[in-house]
């Protein structure tokens, strides 16, 4: 079985400053997939990036970035020129290639950007 | 685009009532459909899953069920409430595998559900 574990509960930032929040997980699967999910205050859970693990280039989206190290199996997310509306609920998540979509989620990290 | 309504947004509900959560899909064919939980402060966890009609996965056993009497309705159902049911219910939809990008997972208002 997949686990996805995110070891920072809680995480805060200034405005237009940086931060990265760490996801790591286990598997012994080769071809599989990453994504970040942000869930704000309203609860929608809303999909930031994604990342295909056969893929060395890391997922790049705007502001949103990803440092994949397949090897580490680590998957952690950078955010720059934070703003007061990343304020949200992370949840790192993984999902075999074969699995018809099943997600397996982390636990989440509480992202506060402070003005 | 994709559109999935969920009802109602929140629900009281005594313990040993039943239950009945509905989801819609709109602007897709044919997709996956989940059903999430997440408890306060915690991850999701995924109840059922359904890759065609009549067709339902379960992921974990409880005192739910599943429906998915067409093709784009989803239904989470209870026959009597547990106070560990309380929660905050996702439903999810997917592309099928046949249409392509079927990792991507899109994601309803969910519904907020107190037993008390």
């Known amino acids: 079985a997949q686990t996805v574990t995110q070891s920072q509960p809680e995480m805060s930032v200034q405005e237009a400053e940086t931060v990265t929040l760490s996801c790591t997980y286990d598997?012994?699967?080769?071809?599989?997939?990453l994504f970040w999910y942000k869930q704000p205050p309203s609860r929608q859970m809303i999909l930031v990036i994604r990342?295909?693990?056969?893929?060395?280039q890391n997922a790049t989206e705007n502001r949103f970035s990803v440092n994949f190290q397949k090897a580490a199996k680590s998957f952690s997310l950078k955010i720059s020129d934070s703003q007061l509306g990343d304020t949200a609920m992370y949840f790192c998540?993984?999902?075999?290639?074969?699995?018809?979509?099943?997600?397996?989620f982390g636990e989440g990290t509480q992202l506060t950007v402070n003005p | 685009s994709q559109t999935i309504h969920q009802w109602p947004a929140t629900l009281v509900q005594p313990v040993g009532s039943p239950l009945s959560l509905e989801c819609t899909v709109e602007?897709?064919?044919?997709?996956?459909l989940y059903w999430y939980r997440q408890a306060a402060g915690r991850g999701l966890q995924l109840l059922f899953y359904?890759?065609?009609?009549?067709?339902i996965s379960s992921e974990v056993p409880q005192n739910l069920s599943a429906s998915r009497p067409q093709d784009r309705q989803f239904i989470l159902s209870s026959k009597k409430l547990l106070l560990s049911d309380s929660g905050f219910y996702l439903c999810?939809?997917?592309?099928?595998?046949?249409?392509?990008?079927?990792?991507?997972?899109?994601f309803g208002p969910g519904t907020r559900l107190t037993v008390l």
């Open positions: 998540a993984f999902m075999k290639q074969t699995s018809g979509s099943r997600l397996t």
């Open positions: 990342q295909e693990a056969y893929k060395q």
């Open positions: 602007g897709t064919s044919n997709p996956n």
């Open positions: 999810a939809q997917s592309p099928s595998l046949f249409s392509g990008r079927a990792e991507e997972q899109f």
């Open positions: 359904s890759v065609g009609i009549g067709q």
């Open positions: 598997t012994s699967e080769n071809n599989y997939y």
